[in-house]
Structure formats: C-alpha cells, structure tokens
Antibody
Framework: EVQLVQSGAGVEKPGEPLKISCKSS????????IGWVRQMPGKGLEWMGV????????TYSPSFQGQVTISADKSISTAYLQWSSLKASDTAMYYC??????????????WGQGTLVTVSS | ERVMTQSPATLSVSPGERATLSCRGS??????LAWYQQKPGQAPRLLIY???TRATGIPVRFSGSGSGTEFTLTISSLQSEDFAIYYC?????????FGQGTKVEVK
C-alpha cells in the first residue's frame, strides 16, 4: 500500500527556520517525483515545486523560487520542505504528493495527510 | 502561468441529482487536465486525469470531458459522500496550476 506520512503540525515563530518531512512507503521511492502543494487558510491549492528523489533534481514554481528549499534523502525514502526564515504569510497547510507516471505525469496520485504550519509570535 | 477558472463557485444540488462543474483555461492545456476532490480536513483525492480517465477506485458516476480550454466534471447521481470541494488542475506547462475550486453543497 502506497503511503506518504508527513511530520506533525507546529506553531513556529517568525524568523525561525523549519524543515518538514514526508516519508514514503509501499513503492520504490526513486521511481516517482515528489511534489509539495500549499493551501493557505480557506484558500485553494498551489504547486510549490517537485523533486526527483533519484538525483535530487528540483523544479520550483516561480512564486516559491528562493522562498523554500525542497530536498530528499533516498536512503530513508523521505522528502523535505524547508524555510530558512519563516514569515507569518507562510501559515498554511502543506501537502506532499507523489507525481504520477506517463499520462499521469503532472498529477498527484497519492497524497500525504498534510502538515499545518502556523507562524505566530 | 496558465490560469484555470472554475464555475460556479458554489453548486447547490440535492442527493441523487446530477452535478456539472466547469473548468476553463486561459490558454489551451490540450488534455492535460485533472480533477480532485477535497473534503474538510482531508488531503485532495485524485478523481480524473487526462481530462476523462478515472483514477483507480473512482466510481463510474464521476466522468470528465473536454479538451483545449473547456472541461467538465459530471457527477451523475450525487451521493452524500460527494459533497465536497472540487479542483481542476492543468499539467501541460509548469507551473502546474489549479482552479479556485467549486464547492458542491446540499440543496
């Protein structure tokens, strides 16, 4: 069974760094790209970027380029999303998702449960 | 960036009735269009990809159609578990983009 399990929710202070995780199981981690999607409170969905776990090649949406870093550790089948300095506007739910293959190559076919990041002083 | 526009924003439907949701692209996305369902407190769930192909395990009452800039998601007979928000997403060009969503609520 394919599963993506994300790290837990947290309240963080502005200016602090943060790294959240997404652990995959039930399939070969290096065969599928992982993407991160943001959902701000009460709002829609936004693709932030994607990573190829086999070689760590990343592609960011222009809106998120330079704002976050996506990485992966294939030895433990885990992808990461990190910030060097959080802002209040980073408050959102963050989902990881497995990018499908072939005709599904631009969709998220399996999703993590989400990590709620709240940035507040 | 390709902008996806969904209509209506809210659709009020009685159980057992048909629901028709629309998604329009600012430019052609060919057939690179997916539909997702999201219920409160849950992650999105893939329903349709390649405009009209149901994902694994998705009931036949969900169907997608369209190509180019105009797409439709039809739920043939709404069940209680279908009341949710539905998003379309194009993946013909990066960044992949979602529509703003259509909320299907009980009439």
């Amino acid at each position: 069974e394919v599963q993506l399990v994300q790290s837990g929710a947290g309240v963080e202070k502005p200016g602090e760094p943060l790294k959240i995780s997404c652990k995959s199981s039930g399939y070969t981690f290096t065969d599928y790209w992982i993407g991160w999607v943001r959902q701000m409170p009460g709002k829609g969905l936004e693709w932030m970027g994607v990573i190829n776990p086999s070689d760590s090649q990343t592609t960011y949406s222009p809106s998120f380029q330079g704002q976050v870093t996506i990485s992966a550790d294939k030895s433990i089948s885990t992808a990461y999303l990190q910030w060097s300095s959080l802002k209040a506007s980073d408050t959102a739910m963050y989902y990881c998702t497995r990018r499908g293959l072939g005709s599904m190559s631009g969709v998220g076919d399996y999703w993590g449960q989400g990590t709620l990041v709240t940035v507040s002083s | 960036e390709r902008v996806m526009t969904q209509s209506p924003a809210t659709l009020s439907v009685s159980p057992g009735e048909r629901a028709t949701l629309s998604c329009r692209g600012s430019q052609s996305v060919n057939s690179d269009l997916a539909w997702y369902q999201q219920k409160p407190g849950q992650a999105p769930r893939l329903l349709i990809y390649r405009a009209s192909t149901r994902a694994t395990g998705i009931p036949v009452r969900f169907s997608g159609s369209g190509s180019g800039t105009e797409f439709t998601l039809t739920i043939s007979s709404l069940q209680s578990e279908d009341f949710a928000i539905y998003y379309c997403q194009q993946y013909t060009i990066w960044p992949w983009t979602f529509g703003q969503g259509t909320k299907v609520e009980v009439k």
